[in-house]
C-alpha cells in the first residue's frame, strides 16, 4: 500500500490495514472510517450490482 491501496489489499477486506492508510493520509478518524467503508463496499459487492460513479460533477 506504498502509492495508495493495491487491488490485492482491498480484495483482502482487512478494515485496519485500509484504516491505518487513511490515518498516515492524515485523514481524521471519521473520514478515514467512511473511506475504508466504501472501497470495502466496492471490493465486496454481488456481481449483478451495477454502479454509477459521479465526481467532479461527471459521470464516469
Same mark, same amino acid.
Given at each position: 500500500?506504498?502509492? =495508495?491501496?493495491? &487491488? %490485492? $489489499?482491498?480484495? /483482502? =477486506? %482487512?478494515? $485496519?490495514?485500509? !484504516? /491505518? @492508510?487513511?490515518?498516515? *493520509? $492524515?485523514? +481524521? *478518524?471519521? +473520514? +478515514?472510517? =467512511? &473511506?475504508?467503508? *466504501?472501497?470495502? %463496499?466496492? @471490493?465486496?459487492? /454481488? $456481481? !449483478? +450490482? ?11
Amino acid at each position: 500500500m506504498r502509492n =495508495g491501496i493495491s &487491488h %490485492d $489489499e482491498a480484495l /483482502k =477486506g %482487512d478494515r $485496519e490495514a485500509l !484504516n /491505518k @492508510y487513511f490515518i498516515r *493520509q $492524515e485523514i +481524521t *478518524q471519521r +473520514t +478515514t472510517s =467512511g &473511506h475504508s467503508r *466504501q472501497v470495502l %463496499d466496492f @471490493y465486496h459487492v /454481488k $456481481e !449483478n +450490482t451495477f454502479r454509477i460513479t459521479f465526481f467532479g460533477w461527471i459521470l464516469w
